[in-house]
C-alpha cells in the first residue's frame, strides 16, 4: 500500500495558516548564514512587500527550529541567533512604518529592503536599494571586578580566575578542570574554556575571535593547552562567580 509522502515541517505551518506560496512549493526563497551566529530567512517578492509578505516570513520563522531537523544547515555548536528579510521592488506605507520601528517577531529582527533597475539610454544598468530596518542591540555591559587586587573586565575575570585556579593546582588535567567549571556555566557550547586546538580552529573558520588565543594568553594544563571564552553577558558571568566562590574564589564587583 503506498502512503503520500509527509509534508516538510514548512510545509505544514504553510497548511496550518492558510498563507502557503500560489504555486504551492512550501519552500523558503533563501536560507542566508552569517559567520558563526546568525541564520537568515529571506523572502523574496517580485513587486511590493506588504503586510502579507511579512505574515508569510513569520510563519516561516515560526517553524525555524525545524528547519534543522531537515537539513544539513547549521553544524555549530550553540542555537543560531535568528533574523528575517523581505525583499521586493516596493513597500507598502503600513509595512514601511513598521519596520522603521524596531519591528520584532518572537524577538526576531525583521527588515525590509527593496530593489530596483534602470536602464539607461546607453543600456547601462543601474540598480537603487533602500533598507528598512531600526532594531537596537542590547547595549555591552562595562562591569569592572575585582579579582586578587587587579581590575577585570567579564571575560578577563574569568581569565584570571582559570589562570588562578591552574596555578593553585598544577596537576589539574583538563576533565578535572571541566569538572570545577562545566561548560553550562557559560550557556553555549563554548564553555568556559576549550582545548586551544579546537578554540583556534574557530577563529580560522570564521574570523571571529570567541577565546583567548594569543600566545601569552593560553594556559597550560596538566595534559593541555586550553583558551578561555571571551563570549559573557551578565548572565553567565554571574553563574562563573557562584561556582568560583564555591571554590575559594574570592571576587567584587566594582
Known amino acids: 500500500m503506498s502512503t503520500s509522502p509527509r509534508p516538510s515541517p514548512l510545509e505544514e505551518g504553510e497548511h496550518r495558516s492558510g498563507r502557503?506560496?500560489?504555486?504551492?512549493?512550501?519552500?523558503?526563497?533563501?536560507?542566508?548564514k552569517y559567520g558563526g551566529e546568525y541564520l537568515g530567512i529571506v523572502e523574496?517578492?517580485?513587486?511590493?512587500?506588504?503586510?502579507t509578505s511579512l505574515a508569510q516570513l513569520e510563519d516561516y520563522l515560526r517553524v525555524r527550529h525545524q528547519i534543522?531537523?531537515?537539513?544539513?544547515?547549521?553544524?555549530?555548536?550553540?542555537?543560531p541567533k535568528w533574523v528575517g528579510l523581505l525583499v521586493g521592488?516596493?513597500?507598502?506605507?503600513?509595512?514601511?512604518?513598521?519596520?522603521?520601528?524596531?519591528?520584532q517577531f518572537e524577538g526576531i529582527p525583521i527588515a525590509g529592503m527593496t530593489i530596483r533597475r534602470f536602464r539607461s539610454e546607453k543600456s547601462e544598468i543601474f540598480v537603487?536599494?533602500?533598507?528598512?530596518?531600526?532594531?537596537f542591540y542590547t547595549q555591552k555591559d562595562y562591569s569592572k571586578f575585582i579579582f586578587q587586587g587587579k581590575e577585570f573586565n567579564k571575560g578577563k575575570l574569568v581569565h584570571a580566575v582559570i589562570s588562578a585556579h591552574v596555578e593553585r593546582k598544577p596537576d589539574i588535567t583538563f576533565s578535572e578542570l571541566k569538572r570545577d567549571f562545566p561548560d553550562s556555566i557559560q550557556g553555549s557550547s563554548l564553555g568556559v574554556f576549550d582545548l586551544t586546538a579546537s578554540a583556534e580552529e574557530i577563529f580560522q573558520r570564521w574570523r571571529h575571535k570567541r577565546h583567548y588565543i594569543k600566545e601569552d594568553e593560553i594556559i597550560k594544563l596538566q595534559d593541555q593547552s586550553i583558551s578561555t571564552s571571551t563570549q559573557w553577558n551578565p548572565k553567565n558571568i554571574n553563574e562563573f562567580i557562584k561556582q568560583a566562590n564555591k571554590l575559594g574564589w574570592k571576587i567584587e564587583l566594582k
Open 20 to 32: 502557503g506560496r500560489s504555486a504551492g512549493d512550501g519552500r523558503i526563497d533563501i536560507l542566508a
Open 44 to 51: 523574496i517578492k517580485l513587486e511590493e512587500i506588504n503586510e
Open 68 to 79: 534543522l531537523l531537515i537539513g544539513d544547515y547549521w553544524s555549530e555548536g550553540s542555537e
Open 89 to 103: 521592488s516596493s513597500i507598502s506605507p503600513s509595512l514601511q512604518a513598521k519596520l522603521s520601528s524596531r519591528y
Open 128 to 135: 537603487i536599494s533602500d533598507t528598512f530596518f531600526k532594531f
